[in-house]
């Protein structure tokens, strides 16, 4: 399919950046973020501005746009699929390599003076603080654009309107999926809020919100969330959001019997009255998180905001015992859907062609029959030879490929369960693999079976561990262009912080604690062949080290969650060191412990002996 053609809304939007309605004085330029007003990563359809504008599709990228140039920045996962969306009228701008100068330096270096437009709502207090510093230095001045630009562009394109904004329903999650009363968690709330002497909490992070109360929606797809803010202070909990999602099972689980605190509800548009409500009623500081749009931020004199990462962020982060009990359950029964799929793959795919789209579909099918089963967790990233190298592939009917039993298969999938979050990666040849192939297959796994089994001190940030990932790529020369782990929300966002694995340091990362989950996936791409990536959900764990001492008492390392077998003749054993041989043999008698008994209760025995083949000890 060829790319969008972007000229007609660049020219409207163009237009717009002189149009003294909606700015004080004509835009030298106008970025549009990759975002909504809560800094989500995945987006409803109504927020997908940047790629209404530029034709891109991926999860992260800023766009701007000039008189005379439309510019995108995007980082390594989305390199090869930017190219191949934009049209000629937009420039890639590949970030994170040395040579790409930042958003900032561009501007910089390319306009001479004037002013910078950006929908405040849609940039977080702290970037827009530090790039209008940046612009500063050389001239240039940061300006809000109140009304969105991309929006009012938008509307002129009568054959792709803009959606509506969802409505979608509102329910609570039980206990015995949350394993914590929203009480609970407001109480914890309000004794950090007395340490920091804070007497407001504004959550603006969709998962925040939905986490802290107990709430689970549809408003974005893949994403359990429903749009909305919270506010928390000493005396009241107040939930910000449409009226029409509230439904009697909404007001009664945000109720307390016996005459309790119970939450207040507002409508979503009321919060900024809110805060300045807020502002204007108390005197100590009003705590957003650093994320929180530039709009909410504005709000709040400049000496009483207190800007860091909320509570909320670092308590969801790290799962309670009723949560980690809900990953081991769900995850048990999608390697079991998992499991089906990769039997049903062989058996089937000599009798008809199965391609990157169906065979995706099938295996929805297949999880679709697990319990607590509510939908999947991203879009999956079920990939074929060369297009396994575009790191966040998305099939479509043009670009899909047959699944063979001459090219390798990357298959990054995951779903959601009211019990938890999934989140797997496993790479297959159904036929014979290049020996080349095999190495660095070999290799990445050997990267991801050294960072499951590190030992380090507790609250190692992850930064200081991913070179454990990369380590065996890097002796012959090869790497990859992304992080090697992120964290996970239980029944809530695939990719979750405050914590993460990579060569970028996490701004807010508090190290790694008992209790956190995350990925463990490193991966090798050859532009124009194949894709590599093993990706293995862990928990981190305390360990029982030989020596202990005063300073350092506390020693964490990995346990696999996700129990999948890893194909072995994609191994090459003599690579291999006998330990690593050793874990993952023990890896695979956990999977087949694990999932063996699901398959045998569900009658399916063909999968069953799949299972037990695919997990034979190796060397």
């Not at 999977?591 to 190796?618: H, N, S, Y």
């Amino acid at each position: 399919m060829a790319p969008k053609d972007s000229a007609p809304i660049l020219t409207a939007l163009r237009k717009l950046m002189k149009d003294r309605r909606y700015v004080q004085e004509p835009l030298a330029a106008y970025i549009v973020p990759s975002c909504d007003a809560h800094n989500s990563e995945y987006l409803a359809d109504i927020d997908q501005r940047r790629e209404a504008v530029s034709g891109f599709t991926g999860s992260a990228g800023t766009g701007i746009v000039t008189a005379g140039q439309a510019m995108l920045w995007t980082d390594g996962r989305y390199h090869l699929q930017a190219r191949r969306e934009m049209d000629l009228h937009w420039t890639l701008m590949k970030d994170g390599l040395a040579d790409t100068p930042s958003q900032a330096d561009w501007l910089c270096n390319t306009l001479g003076s004037g002013s910078v437009g950006v929908d405040p709502m849609m940039m977080g207090a702290t970037a827009w603080s530090t790039l209008a510093d940046r612009l500063d230095s050389s001239g240039l001045q940061l300006v809000p654009v109140e009304t969105n630009l991309v929006d009012l562009a938008w509307a002129m394109d009568v054959a792709n309107p803009q959606p509506a904004r969802p409505e979608n329903t509102v329910f609570p999650l039980e206990m015995q999926f949350t394993g914590r009363s929203w009480q609970d968690k407001v109480e914890e709330v309000r004794r950090n809020l007395a340490e920091k002497g804070a007497d407001v909490l504004i959550l603006s992070a969709l998962d925040d919100v939905a986490w802290m109360l107990n709430l689970r929606g549809s408003d974005i797809a893949f994403n359990p969330v429903f749009f909305s803010y919270a506010a928390v202070t000493e005396k009241e909990v107040v939930l910000f959001m449409n009226p029409a999602q509230v439904t009697s099972q909404v007001r009664d689980a945000l109720s307390t019997e016996d005459m309790g605190e119970s939450v207040i509800i507002k409508d979503y548009s009321a919060i900024k009255d809110y805060i300045s409500s807020a502002v204007a009623s108390t005197v100590g500081k009003i705590w957003l998180s650093d994320t929180a749009s530039q709009g909410l931020a504005c709000l709040v004199p400049t000496k009483r905001r207190f800007l860091k990462v909320t509570p909320i962020t670092l308590m969801k982060s790290i799962k309670n015992p009723v949560e980690l009990a809900g990953f081991d359950a769900c995850h048990d029964r999608d390697s079991a859907a998992l499991c089906q799929y990769f039997c049903w793959l062989d058996r089937t795919l000599d009798q008809g062609e199965i391609t990157e789209i169906t065979g995706a579909d099938r295996l929805e099918k297949f999880r679709a029959e697990q319990e607590h089963f509510m939908g999947l967790s991203f879009p999956s990233i079920s990939s074929v030879g060369p297009n396994g190298a575009i790191i966040h592939y998305r099939p479509a009917p043009d670009t899909a490929r047959a699944i063979s039993r001459t090219e390798l298969y990357l298959l990054d999938s995951g779903a959601q369960y009211r019990d938890g979050t999934t989140d797997v990666t496993r790479t297959i040849h159904l036929g014979t693999p290049t020996h080349h192939e095999k190495e660095c297959f070999t290799r990445v796994l050997k990267g991801m079976i050294g960072l499951a089994t590190a030992v380090f001190p507790n609250k190692t940030k992850g930064h200081c561990l991913d070179s454990l990932a990369r380590q065996h790529l890097w002796q012959v020369g090869l790497d990859y262009l992304h992080g090697t782990g992120h964290g996970v929300g239980a029944f809530l966002n695939v990719h979750e912080g405050p914590s993460g694995i990579s060569w970028r340091v996490y701004p807010n990362d508090p190290g790694l604690q008992a209790g956190m989950i995350l990925s463990d996936e490193p991966g090798y791409y050859e532009d124009g062949n194949f894709g590599i990536r093993i990706e293995t959900l862990v928990k981190v764990v305390e360990v029982k080290t030989k020596f202990t001492m005063p300073s350092k008492s506390t020693f964490l390392t990995f346990e696999p969650v996700t129990v999948v077998p890893i194909q072995a003749k994609m191994i090459l054993a003599e690579l291999m060191t006998q330990q690593e041989l050793e874990w993952l043999n023990t890896y695979h008698q956990t999977c087949r412990d694990r999932v063996g008994p699901i398959l045998k209760q569900m009658g399916r025995v063909e999968a069953l002996e799949w299972l037990i083949k695919e997990t034979q000890p190796i060397g």
